[in-house]
């Protein structure tokens, strides 16, 4: 596989050339740290560069129950992703699919700009997968030989990969990272030499930006639905595992 194969060459032989971009995902059982490797790479990069989003965890306040999961873009605007109750949409192990709120927030973020040369997606997991939309442009995104794209799969079950994962996984384009415990830290670095690398080899004309994203963490609406974002705690996660906690504030405490 090509992912194992870069992985094993290094950073040198994953540098991408410069008439093309590589896409870059990184793959591993749930807790091992994908969502916060995720992160602390994207934080790193210049933000007039980078589109995307990543997945939060849903909690009542008031309980610490969990209700869902949410997505926020790198640019601080929310969404629900899925929550407990009926009618958001289609159903996924527990929880319902919010895919309405998801697709109105993630598609503009999936669609190519001429500014914009890495597109980050936390994650492409079985929820996410139930938007042919999603899978559509993501598809587009990685045939794309002007922009990149770098990411999160979830781990094989049972010995086996869903198959839009698993088609990802042989493209030829695409590297695949596979994050354990015990690698993680070396894997970081790697990862974030490389989506430099990949940043700086587009730049077209003048100086890259230097200027970082920002993780935000701004209040969005206070109303809760399957359309609109919760009031609730939220929490980066990896398949239900909790990394670092934050309350979203609301005036309204309604569940």
Known sequence: MVGDEALARGVEDLEPPASSAINVFVTGQPGVGKTSLVLNAVKKLPKDMIAGFYTLEARNPRTGEKIGLDIESLSGESAPLSRLRRGCGPKVG????????????????????????????????RMELQSELFKDALMALLASP???????????????????VEAIKQR???AILTLTKSNRDATALQVEALLMNIVSSASVSGAPSTSP???????????FACSSISPYTVSFHEHGEPFEKRQRTSDSNTI
């Open 94 to 125: 527990k929880y319902y699919f919010a895919m309405e709120a998801f697709e109105r927030l993630v598609l503009p973020l999936l669609t190519p700009s001429k500014d914009i040369k890495l597109h980050v997606i936390d994650e492409v997991g």
């Open 172 to 174: 030829s384009d695409t």
């Open 213 to 223: 994203i920002e993780i935000s963490s701004r209040a969005s609406s206070p109303e």
């Open 146 to 164: 002007n922009v990149a794209v770098f990411g999160s799969l979830p781990a094989c079950r049972y010995g086996h990969d869903l198959p839009f």
